[in-house]
């Protein structure tokens, strides 16, 4: 079986492509790549399996990038497309560029190949795309640009011509090597303003081993199940409250003991969005827009504060995904880890 990764130096897409290579010798993947940096990330992942370096061919180019696009395409039976802008700011021009228009162009290349046998297009989606839940799908808001884009996507692929899609809408990724969130999540509860912080709705949250679980899954149910389905994955245990998910995953990331927002006064909803939305339309402040503080704006603000949580029932029945790496598992594999990276720089003093 040979699959397409895009996406594959990415925190999920090395877990990933490390995570499919153990489970089957018999899997080979083109694996698209963007600089020598990139290349480098995506072999270290498949550097412990069984001839994982001889399994992965790297094609140099970019999502937007035609002709490295059908480099990667030939002879594959699965196309992972996980490549994209995932920061919660900036310029919605930008995200849409990357996210969007190189979605649509990686589906009509598929799309128009010759075979009648064409690859499964699994796509890598995120609980954010639920933001049209909220908002009327032909007036996204731009200031919500990452989840705009997810949710634009996700439309460009259900529109497509091709049957064999599948969508898994991710929750809150955490686990090992985590260079996205959890850096995030460190900084908020360090901030003072952590302490007053508005009750957010549960999250669901999904260890990067369920979600490459998931997509593993993905790529080898049969045929017969599958048209155009949209699965979301969260881990068995359920929701978590925001709280409860920093004292744990900073907690257990960094073997500090984080601070806990008070339980008597918390700062009213409306007051934070008020003040995020006049900071973001200050002129030449650029907040949001190129650069942020602490993961707080708007964007982040409503992934917390309105309800987009997952239900991985479906995937259960037809997927048979199960989670394989439970909450407590994970929790002691982070700390196992913040142990040797804390004896590693005793040692190197």
Known sequence: MKFFVTGGSGYLGRNFIQYALSQNDNISINALSRSSVSDELILKSAGNIKKGRERIRIIRGHINDENS???GLDGVNVV???AAKVQPYGYYEEHERINVQGTALLLSLIESLQSSNKPRFIYISSFTARLSDHFPIDS?????PYSKSK???????????LEDIIILRLGWLWGKDDNVLVPMLYNLCRNPIWKITPQSFP???THVTNACEAIYLSCVTEKNNIFKSIYEIEDVEGKVEMDDFVEFYVGSAYDIKPPRPFKIFRTP?????????IVEHIPLLGYSKTWIFDGMNRECFICLHRNYQLDSTKAKEELNYISKVSREQGIAEL???SKKNTNYLENSD
Request: hydrophobic share 50%.
């Open 335 to 337: 700390i196992e880890l």
């Open 69 to 71: 696009l059908k480099e």
């Open 269 to 277: 909803k409306w007051l934070v969005w008020v003040l995020f939305t």
């Open 80 to 82: 992972i497309h996980m």
């Open 140 to 144: 996204l808001p731009d200031w919500a």
């Open 151 to 161: 949710c634009l996507s996700e439309k460009e692929i259900t529109k497509s011509s």
């Open 203 to 205: 999250l669901s949250i």
